[in-house]
C-alpha cells in the first residue's frame, strides 16, 4: 500500500541538546516548540513484496548514509507490524537541507506517519511521537499541532511530544532567514555528542526546568516581551555550550552574526523582533503578526540574506493524497 503524509518542522524555543539514551534518542532535558507552517518535509512510502530492496531518495538524490539512517527507520515500522516487506520512498523538503532548520525533523516525522499509514499500523499520536523520535529526535515534536511540549522521560514509553496550545492560539511569526544554504559540517546528531565535554553542561540543565516553566507561562499570557527575551538568550546559551565543547562546534557564520546584530539594532528603535537559532547557520527571526511588514521591509535592505520564509504555527505532520510517485 502506499501513503503520503506532510509534516512541518519546527522551531524550538527551549531548546534540546543531549541525549541520555543514544539508541532510544531520550534528551538530556524537555524543551518547547512550534511548528512551522513553511517549512515542510512530503513522504511517500510503499510497502510492495515487488521490491527486492529498500529504495530511498530524498530530495531527488540516493545517498547511502541517509538511506541507511531511512532504512532503519523502516526496520522499526516493519518490527512493529510484523511484516517483511521492502519499500520504496520518496521524500522532498521545499527549503534547504542541513542548514538549521529541523529537516531531520520534518523528514522522520513525515516517514513515519506514511510508514505506518502504508504498512497498516494504526498508532495513535503518542504512539507515533514515540516512534518519530527514535529516527530523529526533535521529529517527535512535528507529530503533533501549533506549540508542543516534548515531555522529558527516562523510558521510550514516557518521552514524547504533545500539544501544549492550538496553532490559533498566538498570532507570532517566525520569518527564516536563509544566509546560506550550505550544508553543516557537523551533524547534529553528532555534535550531541560532545555535549558533555562543556565545562557548563551541568549549569544548562538545572536551568531548563525553571524556562520551561517560564516559556509556557509567557505563550499562555501572551507576553510577548518576556517571551522573546527568554527565547533569544536561551538560544545563546545554546550555542555558549557548543562553542566551548571539546572540540568545539561553530555553526554560525558572518552573516548569521550579522543579522543577530541587526535585530539588536532593530529592536532599540522599536521593532519588537527577537532571534533563536538551531543547529546551523540560518536564523529565525520571532515577531508578532502585526509587525511582519515592516521587519520584511528591513531583511530586504540585508544583502547577506539569500531568502526569507515567512512562517506560522501549523498543524502537525497529517496524510496526503497528494503521492510523489
Known amino acids: 500500500m502506499k501513503k503520503t503524509a506532510i509534516a512541518p518542522t519546527n522551531i524550538a524555543f527551549i531548546k534540546y541538546w543531549g541525549r541520555k539514551d543514544e539508541i532510544l534518542r531520550l534528551p538530556t532535558n524537555g524543551s518547547i516548540s512550534m511548528n512551522l507552517s513553511g517549512l515542510s518535509t512530503t513522504t511517500t512510502v510503499e510497502f510492495d513484496q515487488k521490491y527486492l530492496k529498500d529504495e530511498v531518495t530524498i530530495n531527488g538524490v540516493q545517498n547511502e548514509k541517509e538511506s541507511l539512517r531511512v532504512i532503519k527507520h523502516l526496520d522499526r515500522i516493519r518490527k512493529l507490524a510484523n511484516i517483511s516487506d521492502k519499500a520504496k520512498v520518496v521524500s522532498t523538503n521545499n527549503f534547504p537541507t542541513a542548514t538549521g532548520l529541523s529537516s531531520s525533523a520534518s523528514g522522520f516525522a513525515a516517514l513515519t506517519v506514511a510508514g505506518c499509514a502504508a504498512i497498516g499500523l494504526k498508532l495513535n499520536e503518542k504512539e507515533l511521537s514515540i516512534l518519530a523520535r527514535q529516527g530523529s529526535g526533535s521529529a517527535c515534536r512535528s507529530i503533533p499541532d501549533g506549540f508542543v511540549e516534548w515531555i522529558d522521560g527516562d523510558t521510550s514509553d514516557t518521552s514524547y511530544a504533545e500539544s501544549i496550545f ?160
Not at 565545562?199 to 507561562?217: A, G, V
Not at 550555542?239 to 548569521?256: E, K, R
Request: hydrophobic fraction near 40%.
Open 166 to 325: 492550538p496553532l490559533d492560539y498566538w498570532d507570532i511569526v517566525d520569518v527564516v532567514t536563509i544566509v546560506s544554504d550550505e550544508r553543516k559540517h557537523i551533524a547534529t546528531s553528532e555534535g550531541q555528542k560532545r555535549v558533555d565535554t562543556s565545562p557548563f553542561m551541568s549549569t544548562r540543565l538545572n536551568l531548563i526546568p525553571e524556562k520551561i516553566i517560564q516559556c509556557k507561562k509567557y505563550i499562555k499570557e501572551k507576553d510577548f516581551k518576556l517571551f522573546g527575551e527568554l527565547i533569544e538568550s536561551e538560544a545563546l546559551e545554546l550555542h555558549a555550550i557548543m562553542l566551548t565543547s571539546q572540540p568545539s562546534l561553530i555553526y554560525w557564520l558572518p552573516a548569521t552574526i550579522h543579522v543577530m546584530k541587526l535585530v539588536k539594532k532593530w529592536r532599540s528603535e522599536g521593532l519588537s523582533v527577537y532571534f533563536t537559532v538551531n543547529t546551523g547557520q540560518d536564523i529565525h527571526l520571532i515577531c508578532q503578526k502585526k509587525d511582519v511588514p515592516n521587519l520584511e521591509e528591513k531583511l530586504k535592505t540585508v544583502q547577506d540574506i539569500k531568502k526569507i520564509i515567512i512562517s506560522y504555527p501549523s498543524r502537525g505532520t497529517a496524510l496526503t493524497e497528494q503521492h510523489l510517485f
